[in-house]
């Protein structure tokens, strides 16, 4: 009995050992994922504010990006054509005909106050310079690079955006795509399947794209508008966090009407523009100094 009683307690002793220890491994793992997500985490690193109208914009507002040089958004119209300078309050400072442009979808700066933005229908990427003077930019005299490998006209192009180091990363609407256009002098070793895999089926479309860095390291801000969620993923193909852009109980109910462009500025505070007139913005608790 005594004998029964020991292995009894031996055991006892044991097993609270091995789950003592699984435990801590646990936690410990917890804690160090805890401590390199925290920089990046959508939920836990900023504060979601409120959408606002944006005062002289009535319908199609669609693509933004940032410019760091003015620290002003620049948003781009598809009816009329137009690129929008306004400031992160949503104050409208210019706007900039887009003259002869056509269904123009998404807008990102490339530096040396040059931008690009896509048109969808004619599924191409249209460059051009402005100064501080700017009132009107002339399709005819702006340079384009086809892009005719996109799967369906009006469907297509819906988000852009540039990395000197990996090219262009182009957005299919529907069926919901990444792609990588790589341009000659650029090297690239983007594994664009792995990207497409990084995201959830409920995912159903994609609207804006953004560029995002973490202590140098880039990831891609990706938004859609049919899921009402932005996700963040890493060059490799994964998703490290994403948002819900719903609210209410059990996140019935869209924040925005219909998201569509995304940007991110020199603090890491992210902007959200959508259709007809809308912004967005997601500031940080702390901010994250992007390499611009």
Not at 265 to 289: A, C, S, W
Request: with cysteine; hydrophobic share 35%.
């Amino acid at each position: 009995m005594q004998k029964s009683k020991h292995i009894l307690n031996h055991w006892l002793t044991i097993t609270l050992l091995c789950f003592s220890t699984i435990l801590l491994l646990t936690y410990t793992r917890t804690e160090a994922k805890i401590k390199n997500t925290a920089l990046w985490d959508l939920n836990s690193q900023y504060e979601v504010g409120h959408p606002i109208n944006i005062h002289g914009i009535d319908d199609n507002l669609s693509g933004l990006t940032y410019q760091p040089e003015s620290d002003h958004l620049f948003a781009v119209q598809n009816n009329p054509t137009q690129l929008i300078e306004m400031t992160k309050q949503g104050d409208i400072i210019r706007r900039i005909a887009l003259s002869n442009f056509v269904d123009t979808e998404s807008v990102d700066y490339l530096g040396n106050n040059t931008f690009v933005v896509s048109e969808e229908r004619r599924q191409q990427l249209v460059f051009f310079s402005i100064t501080d003077t700017t009132k009107n930019i002339s399709y005819e005299e702006s340079e384009r690079l086809p892009m005719n490998w996109i799967e369906q006209n009006n469907r297509g192009m819906e988000g852009v955006v540039w990395s000197p180091q990996y090219g262009f990363f182009i957005l299919q609407e529907e069926p919901p795509k990444i792609l990588n256009h790589v341009l000659q002098h650029t090297e690239t070793d983007i594994d664009v399947a792995k990207l497409n895999h990084s995201l959830p089926k409920h995912v159903d479309d994609f609207a804006g794209i953004s560029l995002f860095y973490v202590e140098q390291k880039p990831f891609l801000l990706v938004l859609s508008e049919a899921s009402d969620e932005l996700s963040m993923i890493n060059l490799s193909g994964d998703r490290v966090t994403s948002l819900s852009l719903k609210t209410g109980p059990f996140n019935l109910w869209p924040i925005m009407k219909q998201p569509e462009g995304v940007a991110v500025d020199k603090d890491g505070h992210i902007y959200i523009v959508g259709e007809p007139n809308q912004m967005f913005t997601l500031k940080r608790k702390n901010d994250l100094k992007q390499p611009f």
